[in-house]
């Protein structure tokens, strides 16, 4: 059974900063494009950027808005995918998503919330 | 950035048929098509569709999609209760080389 559990949430003030964790299980982890999505309260999907398999290079892309704060890392020793999240902003108030790049499989999300 | 357009609210018939509609350009849903997830209230969104029709294990085939141009649309047939939910369109933007997302559209079933 696949299984994505994200940590890591919390509360920090504007300026802050945050490391959200995703551990992957029931998938060889090396070969799965990772992705970050985030859902505002009461909002909709926001993609928030991706990380390639090793073998397809690990490269990263990033969204507009985060583009610069935010970092998306893996380990593919331990199979975590991480969120490294700097110079937060309220408007990142978010359940933070992991899910793999097809969006076939998700996690339950993890609450992160800017404020003062 | 640029995401997709969906209509906010659809309502239909319980046993009816509802069609969603997602309209973007040829960056992103004209391109490649559109991936459909269905979110239930304080529950992950869940793949129904990728590719246009491409349905994962598991998911019913009540559930189908289709594309004309740029507009990608996904079909439900035979509504039932547990069908009522917000309902999103997501494609790769080949010019943002990035994800979008349309703002979703909530089904209520009649």
């Known amino acids: 059974e696949v299984q994505l559990v994200e940590s890591g949430g919390g509360l920090v003030k504007p300026g802050g900063s945050l490391r959200l964790s995703c551990a992957v299980s029931g998938l060889t982890f090396s070969n799965v494009w990772m992705t970050w999505v985030r859902q505002a309260p009461g909002k909709g999907l926001e993609w928030v950027g991706r990380?390639?398999?090793?073998?397809?290079?690990?490269?990263?892309d990033y969204a507009a808005p985060v583009k610069g704060r935010f970092t998306i890392s893996r380990d593919d020793s331990k199979s975590p995918v991480y969120l490294q999240m700097n110079s937060l902003k309220t408007e990142d108030t978010a359940v933070y998503y992991c899910t793999t790049d097809s969006f076939t499989y998700w996690g339950q999300g993890t609450q992160v919330t800017v404020s003062s | 950035q640029a995401g997709l357009t969906q209509p906010p609210s659809v309502s239909q018939g319980l046993r009816q048929t509802a069609t969603l509609t997602c309209t973007g350009n040829s960056n992103n849903a004209g391109n490649q098509g559109a991936a459909w997830l269905q979110q239930h209230q304080g529950h992950p969104p869940k793949l129904l569709l990728y590719?246009?029709?491409n349905r994962p294990s598991g998911i019913s085939e009540r559930f189908s999609a289709s594309r004309s141009g740029n507009t990608a649309s996904l079909t439900i047939t035979g509504l039932q209760p547990e069908d009522e939910a917000d309902y999103y369109c997501?494609?790769?933007?080949?010019?943002?080389?990035?994800?979008?997302f349309g703002g979703g559209t909530k089904l209520t079933v009649l």
């Open positions: 590719r246009n029709n």
């Open positions: 990380i390639k398999s090793k073998t397809d290079g690990g490269t990263t």
């Open positions: 997501s494609a790769w933007d080949s010019s943002l080389n990035a994800w979008v």
